[in-house]
Nanobody, 129 residues
Framework: EVQLVESGGGLVQAGGSLRLTCAPS????????IGWFRQAPGKEREGVSC????????YYAHSVKGRFTISSDNAANTVILELNSLKPEDTAVYYC??????????????????????WGQGTQVTVAS
C-alpha cells in the first residue's frame, strides 16, 4: 500500500521559515517524481515544487522560486521542502504527491496535480502578517 505522510506545517510570522517533510512508503523511491502542492480556501490546488528522483531535476512555481527549496534525503527516503521568506499568501494546506513520470512529457507535467497518482493528507501552513 502506498502512503505519503507530510509533517512540519505550523503557524509562522511573515518572513519566517518552515521545513516540510514528505515520507513516502510502499514505492520504489527513485522511480518516482515527488511533488508538493498547496490549496488555499476557495482556491484550486496548485503545484509548488517537484523533484524527479530519477535524475534529481527540480521544478518550482514562479510564485515560490527563490524562496522555497526542494531536496531529497535518499538515506531516509524523504523529500523536504524548505519554505523561506514566507508571505501571508503562502497560507494553505500543503500536500505531497507521487507519480512515475511517463517517458515523454513537458516540464509543466511536474506541477500539474491531475497527473499525480498518490497523495498525502496534507499539512497546514499559516503565515501571519
Amino acid at each position: 500500500e502506498v502512503q505519503l505522510v507530510e509533517s512540519g506545517g505550523g503557524l509562522v510570522q511573515a518572513g519566517g521559515s518552515l521545513r516540510l517533510t514528505c515520507a513516502p512508503s510502499g514505492i520504489t523511491f527513485d522511480d518516482y517524481a515527488i511533488g508538493w502542492f498547496r490549496q488555499a480556501p476557495g482556491k484550486e490546488r496548485e503545484g509548488v515544487s517537484c523533484i524527479n528522483q530519477s535524475d534529481r531535476t527540480t521544478y518550482y512555481a514562479h510564485s515560490v522560486k527563490g524562496r522555497f527549496t526542494i531536496s531529497s534525503d535518499n538515506a531516509a527516503n524523504t523529500v523536504i521542502l524548505e519554505l523561506n521568506s514566507l508571505k501571508p499568501e503562502d497560507t494553505a494546506v500543503y500536500y505531497c504527491a507521487a507519480v512515475i513520470p511517463p517517458l515523454e512529457h513537458t516540464s509543466r507535467y511536474y506541477l500539474s496535480p491531475e497527473e499525480y497518482d498518490y497523495w498525502g493528507q496534507g499539512t497546514q501552513v499559516t503565515v501571519a502578517s
